[in-house]
């Protein structure tokens, strides 16, 4: 399977714990993307690498959440302390460069987070 | 990057074309229509995009009118797999600006 992965695709935790989500792009892809999606709305920007550089940060992503891609290959997105308000899905998409005009990016499937 | 207009749902029956329509009439020069759909339970996925001319591929065609103020996504021959919320999405094409603005979209059913 060529497509982006992401891992694990539900999970559930207790409000203050520490969540870890990955995802692993289209090997040749070197731009990675994370976005939340909460329930009845549109995809919304978090971050997004070109190789391990991590260009560019919403101010969504407060100071409990860090994303970060080591070697520029997958990339690992941290939730500390969680709170209820981060139950959403988290999505992954990666780009080509100089395919995205072409092909746009590819989305995995998403990681569901449930806070209780 | 521009804001997007659509219908929050529509129906089609299944074999017809269904027409989506999209407004974003703040559009600038150098900024590109994006169609993206999320069938359920998935991420999303990309259909089609254009800047000025008209575009088709073997999933949807793209007609955009000539002030750019509207765009209208085509599925030639809607099946029940094309049932899915679908997003309009304009975007410049400046270096660096690499975000997608999704908005809320148009729920697309496709009807037996």
């Known amino acids: 399977d060529t497509g982006v992965s992401q891992n694990p695709r539900h999970k559930i935790t207790k409000r203050g714990q520490n969540v870890t989500f990955r995802c692993d792009p289209i090997s040749e892809h070197n731009r990675l993307y994370w976005y939340r999606q909460t329930l009845g709305q549109g995809p919304e920007f978090l971050t997004y690498f070109q190789n391990e550089a991590q260009l560019e940060k919403s101010r969504l992503l407060s100071d409990r959440f860090s994303a970060e891609r080591p070697k520029g290959s997958f990339s690992t997105l941290e939730i500390q302390r969680t709170e209820q308000g981060d139950s959403a899905m988290y999505l992954c998409?990666?780009?080509?460069?100089?395919?995205?005009?072409?092909?746009?990016?590819?989305f995995g499937s998403g990681t569901r987070l449930t806070v209780v | 990057d521009a804001k997007t207009t659509q219908p929050t749902s529509m129906d089609c029956a299944e074999g017809r074309a269904a027409n989506l329509p999209c407004n974003h009439s703040t559009i600038s020069g150098n900024e590109y229509v994006y169609w993206y759909r999320q069938i359920h339970s998935q991420g999303p996925q990309y259909i089609i995009h254009g800047l000025k001319n008209n575009e088709t591929n073997e999933m949807a065609s793209l007609i955009i009118t000539e002030d750019r103020k509207s765009s209208t996504l085509i599925l030639p021959h809607a099946t029940l797999r094309d049932t899915a919320v679908y997003y309009c999405?304009?975007?410049?094409?400046?270096?660096?600006?690499?975000?997608?603005?999704f908005g809320t979209g148009t729920r697309l059913t496709i009807i037996p």
């Open positions: 998409a990666s780009s080509s460069g100089l395919l995205q005009r072409v092909y746009g990016y590819t």
């Open positions: 999405i304009v975007r410049s094409a400046n270096f660096g600006n690499e975000k997608l603005t």
